[in-house]
Structures are given as C-alpha cells and as structure tokens.
C-alpha cells in the first residue's frame, strides 16, 4: 500500500490519503469450482488515515479503507470457453502501530501491524463468455458480512 498524501496538522498528528493495490486469492472452495486453477486477482485500496505520534518512532493509525477483493479463473466446458470472476468490495478499519525507522524527511519507510475489522459493500460472481453479455449473480447475502484479522507491512510515506 502506497502512501499518496500526508498532511500535519500539530506535531504528533498527521492525516493522510492512502492509494495502493491489492493481490487477492481465495483458499477455500467450494466443491463444484473443485479443480480448477484459481488465479490471483488484482485490485485497489484506497482510504484515509490519522496518525498519532507515540514515543520512540511509533505511533497509532487508524484507517479507513475500500478495499477489493477477490479471485478468478478460466473455464472451458462443453466446448465454450470464458473466466468466472468472484469480486468481493469491503470497507476496513484496521487499527495499526506503527514504526517509522526515521523520524524526519520527505520520505520516510516504515513497518506496521495491528487488528482489522471489515464490512462487506458489494460482492458478486460474474461469468464472462465472449459474445454473450456478462452474467452477473449478487452473493452478498451468502457471505458473512462481518471479517476479522491481522494485517502488516511496510510502506514509504512522501510529504508534501
């Protein structure tokens, strides 16, 4: 994830605009979608965050995110070939600490982990066939709407 924008407001509190790109999978299927190859797809996150300064380099930020999410693979069957798509929309709250291995700078790298909650905004299967419109099949309500875990990484933040 890709810090875009970072504006401070008083030292030890800074809000930013965050833009990235998302590499989802999915690991459990069900069995009619047994063995197929399920190929990771790509997709976009972007939100905004506030960060407050702790000591020693850390600080808190909570973030808001819409991320999106999913996975897809090509089929051929009776002689027809085309891609199922599952896409899966969220907002995310994730609560992170965070580590700046600098304190100062216009760039400035860091490490983060912490907890995350997120609620789903949209999600549907589409199947793509060429020459026949774009099926599409609404899968919210098969979904748990609610999704708990752990997230972490590292980021460079650019100030402007």
């Known amino acids: 994830l890709l810090g875009l924008m970072v504006f401070q407001a008083e030292a030890g509190v800074k809000f930013g605009v965050k833009g990235g790109l998302v590499l989802a999978n999915i690991k459990s299927v069900p069995e009619t979608f047994q063995g197929y190859s399920w190929e990771t797809k790509r997709g976009l996150v972007g939100g905004v965050s ?4 702790l000591l020693g380099g850390f600080s808190l930020q909570p973030e808001v995110l819409y991320v999106q999410k999913g996975t897809q693979f090509d089929f051929e069957m009776e ?13 995310e709250i994730p609560l992170l600490l965070k580590f700046n291995l600098i304190s100062g700078g216009p760039t400035i790298p860091s490490f983060y982990a912490g907890p ?13 066939i060429e020459g026949y419109p774009t099926e599409r099949e609404d899968i919210k309500d098969n979904l748990t709407s609610t999704e708990y875990g752990l997230t972490f990484g590292a980021g460079l ?4």
Do not use: H, M, P, Y
């Open 50 to 53: 506030l960060e407050l300064g």
């Open 116 to 128: 995350f909650v997120g609620f789903i905004s949209k999600a549907e299967n589409l199947i793509k």
């Open 157 to 160: 933040v650019q100030s402007l």
């Open 79 to 91: 002689g027809i070939t085309g891609k199922f798509e599952t896409r899966v929309d969220t907002i």
